[in-house]
């Protein structure tokens, strides 16, 4: 159990890590578009689809699964920052870069995630 909980630290450190960096380099400090965190969502959906197929084909063990779904993937990709990004475009007006970041970022990541899933999947 602690070596689970452990697993899902370090994961989450490096994905927490990456974010941050997504969201320095990328992201519009004065109200744009939220390339970084966007991105951020986009390659977390991506690696989960990955991860999810090759936890359904047994490829992975229990502390990969906290390490690389629970840890990094979590981390990495991040709800709370699209609802503050969200609600600052709303507050400012930007009624439509909102549904557009809201919508996009749904229907992208289930996209991603799908695309990567069936691809893995496919392989098992």
């Keep these: 159990m602690i070596f689970a909980v452990a697993c899902a630290a370090v994961g989450?450190?490096?994905g927490a890590a990456l974010r941050s960096l997504f969201s320095s380099l990328l992201n519009d400090a004065r109200g744009g578009f939220p390339f970084g965190t966007f991105a951020s969502n986009m390659l977390s959906s991506?690696?989960?689809g990955a991860l999810m197929a090759f936890d359904d084909a047994g490829v992975l063990n229990k502390y990969a699964d906290m390490l690389l779904e629970a840890g990094f993937c979590a981390t990495l990709s991040t709800f709370s920052s699209l609802a503050w990004e969200m609600a600052t475009m709303l507050r400012r007006g930007h009624t439509l870069l909102a549904a557009i970041y809201a919508i996009s970022t749904f229907c992208g990541g289930m996209a991603l995630f799908l695309a990567a899933n069936h691809?893995?999947?496919g392989l098992y």
């Design 12 to 14: 989450g450190s490096f």
């Design 119 to 121: 691809s893995v999947a």
């Design 46 to 48: 991506f690696i989960l």
